[in-house]
């Protein structure tokens, strides 16, 4: 069996909101499943090469977060130069068109589901995760692999309560998921927490796709008309054969899922 890793990153705030406001309404989890093989052969070493594009000291290489990346503070100052930018956007966009992986984003309308489910709402970022955790398992079904789930740190009372989810998951699973499925599929009964200061680079790949999945989630039901011509649409354009998709190749519900 193939092996493979669930990196998890998310685009929008944790707490349930009755904003309008698109980062504080909807919170998204993207999931960018790759295999063993994929991940020493080809992000390892493309993720090394773009730090390697913006750093000032190849012993200390920087974190790729894309705030940091847009903001060009620090430094990432250098993509202020047009030459710096294309050679950075030009390595970025290769390795998301030519790499192996798989994306499954979930997007939750907090105002709304507060608004249907008040009390009874779960913990929005719990909710999403259950929700990609049943397509991660179907897709290690699918791919007859196995694999196990790392996220990003947050603090540590919401990674004992998100551990704690995920072994719920893991123990119980859901309505579509049953646990004896799960545990043919998931390696670890624990979720992998680490933060991403540590310079994990599948977390760092997950982040700077984080908000290009979620708007493109987002088009995708209509709740936004169109996207911004900009290189967030560049990144929406080419990763579109990267998400799960149905045997007819429909991503919508299977790679893309917005819940209300």
Known sequence: MSKYRLYIDESGTHDYSTSEDLKHRYLALVGVCISEAQNVERLQPGMLELKRIVADDPDDLPVLHREDIISKKGVFAKLNDP???????????????????????????????????????????????????????????????RGDVLAEARGKKEDQALREEYTRFYEHGTYYRKPNHIKQVLTSKELKLKPKTKGIVGLEFADLLSLA?????????????????????TIVDNIQKKYRCSTSGISKGFGKKLVN
Request: proline share 2%; charged share 20%.
């Open 83 to 145: 030459q710096v930018e294309a050679s950075f956007n030009k390595q970025f966009l290769s390795l998301i068109t030519e790499m192996e992986y798989t994306i499954c984003t979930v997007v939750l309308d907090k105002k709304s589901h507060l608004e249907r489910y008040q009390q009874a709402a779960l913990h929005p970022y719990h909710y999403c995760l259950n929700m990609l955790l049943e397509r991660y398992t179907f897709h290690l079904g699918e791919q007859g692999g």
């Open 213 to 233: 999945t979620k708007l493109d989630t987002l088009h995708a039901y209509k709740v936004l008309p169109s996207l911004t011509d900009n290189f967030c649409k």
